[in-house]
T-cell receptor, first 110, second 113 residues
Framework: GNSVTQMEGPVTLSEEAFLTINCTYTATGYPSLFWYVQYPGEGLQLLLKATKADDKGSNKGFEATYRKETTSFHLEKGSVQVSDSAVYFCALKGGNQFYFGTGTSLTVIP | ETGVTQSPTHLIKTRGQQVTLRCSSQSGHNTVSWYQQALGQGPQFIFQYYREEENGRGNFPPRFSGLQFPNYSSELNVNALELDDSALYLC????????????FGPGTRLTVL
């Protein structure tokens, strides 16, 4: 079946630190992979996506590469800002259904 | 362009009652998916509606049901509420069922006492 395993949080970083949030997946076929972000009190927003192996999704300084050999889609950012504080969800799309990880809470302190 | 809207924002029900949640899809979108997000968890897929027909269902009992209207807005109905139904209910719309990008509403926070 399809599932996503995401790095446990919470994660606390100082401003300008490097961020990695690990995500691995199990899937039948060739799913599309996503990172969503949820700011306090809001719904989920698509951060980036990759639809096939070796694709790199990027947005707002965040990047993630679809690694089929390691079934991973780790999220990275070179220099985080206080405004990046949020909960990050890794997800995959299998058929018409999205499967989400449990989320990783990130707090960035000045 | 109007985004996805949901109503109500919050509501409180007691065990055994029934509830209806509403979602207006983004303009031009014909597909609506519903998710349950328990506290501290990721969203769990409930079901999807595409052009007024159910188009896939997650592992939720039949007391979770839905509708989609000709204008592609949607309702989620939950009968015989249980304490574990307390969660944030999210609606997401997309241009077509197979389209990769879906846009989420802010959610409805349901508390069952």
């Amino acid at each position: 079946g399809n599932s996503v395993t995401q790095m446990e949080g919470p994660v606390t970083l100082s401003e300008e630190a490097f961020l990695t949030i690990n995500c691995t997946y199990t899937a039948t076929g060739y799913p599309s992979l996503f990172w969503y972000v949820q700011y306090p009190g809001e719904g989920l927003q698509l951060l980036l996506k990759a639809t096939k192996a070796d694709d790199k999704g990027s947005n707002k300084g965040f990047e993630a590469t679809y690694r089929k050999e390691t079934t991973s889609f780790h999220l990275e950012k070179g220099s985080v800002q206080v405004s990046d504080s949020a909960v990050y969800f890794c997800a995959l799309k299998g058929g018409n259904q999205f499967y989400f990880g449990t989320g990783t809470s990130l707090t960035v302190i000045p | 362009e109007t985004g996805v809207t949901q109503s109500p924002t919050h509501l409180i029900k007691t065990r055994g009652q029934q509830v209806t949640l509403r979602c207006s899809s983004q303009s031009g979108h014909n597909t609506v998916s519903w998710y349950q997000q328990a506290l501290g968890q990721g969203p769990q897929f409930i079901f999807q509606y595409y052009r007024e027909e159910e188009n896939g269902r997650g592992n939720f009992p039949p007391r979770f049901s839905g509708l989609q209207f000709p204008n592609y807005s949607s309702e989620l109905n939950v009968n015989a509420l249980e304490l574990d139904d307390s969660a944030l209910y999210l609606c997401a719309s997309s241009f077509e069922a197979e389209y990769n990008e879906q846009f989420f509403g802010p959610g409805t926070r349901l508390t069952v006492l």
